[in-house]
């Protein structure tokens, strides 16, 4: 009778209850063709993950990591919010790089 | 250096809980007449998910089930906050479910057109533009 999933799945709740901000303001300051670097860092810190010896460690990172790849599938469907008026609308975004290459791949959603 | 497999088992799970809690609870909603009967049965399997999580021994079944009960426990709450998206017209209503068809008359912010089923435009969009940008 060990609690240590119970507890992980409440740092998991907690990690991604963070990941709400992540996208909102993700979007509204950088804009959803940031998308490929939020993904790309949540693949590299899932694979950091898989070298901390720590148990819970291990866990907590591998969670954070599967939260920036969910996010980045959630930036798209989160412009079109903000564009709707259902958040707030910020036109000054920060480009990213390879702005253009990024635009002609379809921005996934699930 | 020792590879530790735990970290991954937890990011699949979460990712992989998330994605299901998050296409079942906007199907369910839709199609169901009552909200309760959805709501109890989730968070039945949440409760049961971690009471499995705190009884097995493996350390990987352990965490993913604990993950797994969390992500269900949520879906409870977010079978409300969608059919509260339904009456303020941020998800789209099914006209044929009776609970629906009855929002759809009480609530004038209530649609049954999906409004984020489009690519973003990079501009505020009016709400009369909304509805000719959706693709089918």
Redesign the interface.
Known sequence: MNPFGILIGLVTFTIIGLGFPLVIRGERYLGYLWWPYMMGIGFLIIIASLFISTDWLSVVTGVLGATFVWGSTELKEQAVRAELGWFPFNANKIKPPFEEVIKKWKAPHL | ????????????T??LS??LG??AVRKIEATSRTIWIPTITALALGLIT?YC????DN?SL??????L???LL?DAFELHRQEKRVKHG?APANPNNPRHAKILAEHSTATTLD??K????????P?DE?PKLITH
């Open positions: 250096m020792e590879i530790n497999t735990l970290g991954l088992t937890a990011a699949l979460a990712f998330i994605w998050h296409v971690e999580s705190l009884i097995t350390l352990k965490t993913a089930l604990g993950i009960g969390v992500t949520w941020h409004l984020l489009r690519d973003p435009v990079g501009r505020p969009v709400p909304a």
